[in-house]
């Protein structure tokens, strides 16, 4: 067991702060946060050209060091070297909470192990404000983020997601939104309603709100520009398909095929669903049935 009392005065190391930073408007920097990046003696930004014009505006001429995916392996190590001699570090990302989609996590569980006290600011996070003006249910939901690129791990990801009845929030980029949403629409249906959420806390703040269906033609219609929050409806049916999943469990392969035929689906279409739920080829299903 370890605890942490956040401002118990340590003279001999210093302090982590995980300090948010605004989404889009500026004016959503807090005071806290401000006068955090002038106190610390170094910043460790994901981009400091970026984080540079944060801290023009707010005037902060703190040193900055970068810390970012491709260099964290090192820069852990340099900078628990400085919180162990004394200095105060902030950790920022490029917009948002730290360690959310986002470097962090890593350096925290490193400060962590050293015993480091990390102290966490709150702040914007793009995921929690799409969330509260999505017009979807907004508790419980439940975060994952961005998903996989490659295609196969993407629908996979997917299908676990569709055993929840949680709203669910992604992250994704402009130039992937239109598969990306085809690939829910295979997976949790074409009526499934999603809203797509686009410069957060901008003078284009934009939220398009409306079935799976209706949105994959949204972005075949317009430009699509911008970081996007995807928040879509959880699977109200969830909790049906779990209790469907343990009658098919004590069952042989022919008796699950006849399963979806006494429910009311042809044989092909239940020799499919069968398929699908062992993860294996239609055919060798219809052979198994069919005992060829």
């Known amino acids: 067991m370890q605890e942490q009392h956040s401002f118990t005065a340590n003279q001999n190391q210093g302090s982590l702060y995980l300090v948010p930073t605004p989404i889009g408007n500026l004016e959503d920097m807090t005071f806290r946060a401000i006068k955090a990046l002038k106190e610390v003696d170094l910043i460790a930004a994901e981009n400091p050209s970026h ?14 060091i970068s810390f970012r995916e491709d260099n964290k392996d090192y820069r852990i190590d340099e900078i ?29 569980r490193a400060c962590v192990e050293q015993h480091i006290n990390v102290i966490p600011l709150p702040g914007a996070n793009a995921g929690m404000t799409a969330l509260i003006a999505s017009g979807l249910m907004p508790q419980p939901f439940y975060f994952f983020g961005f998903l996989n690129r490659k295609n196969s791990e993407q629908i996979t990801e997917l299908e676990e997601l569709n055993k929840h009845t949680e709203t669910l929030i992604f992250y994704e980029a402009p130039h992937r939104l239109n598969k990306t949403l085809k690939n829910m629409q295979k997976v949790f249906g074409e009526n ?21 269906s209706e949105l994959i033609q949204w972005t075949e219609d317009n430009q699509v520009r911008g970081e996007f929050v995807v928040i879509v409806d959880g699977n109200d049916k969830a909790n049906e398909q779990a209790e469907e999943d343990d009658q098919l469990a004590g069952l042989s392969i022919k008796e699950q095929v006849d399963y979806f035929i006494s429910d009311g689906m042809k044989t092909n279409a239940s020799i499919k669903e069968v398929a699908k739920l062992h993860q294996v080829k239609k055919q060798e299903i219809y052979n198994i049935y069919h005992e060829i």
Do not use: W
């Not at 984080?51 to 900055?64: A, G, P, R, V």
């Open 51 to 64: 984080t540079q014009q944060l801290l023009n505006h707010f005037e902060i001429d703190t040193k900055k």
């Open 192 to 212: 499934r309603q999603a809203v797509l959420c686009r410069e957060l806390t901008k003078k284009f703040e934009e939220f398009d709100r409306g079935s799976l």
């Open 80 to 108: 628990i070297n400085n919180l162990q001699s004394g200095l105060n570090v902030a950790q920022v990302s490029d917009a948002g909470m730290p360690s959310i989609s986002d470097p962090g996590q890593e350096l925290v």
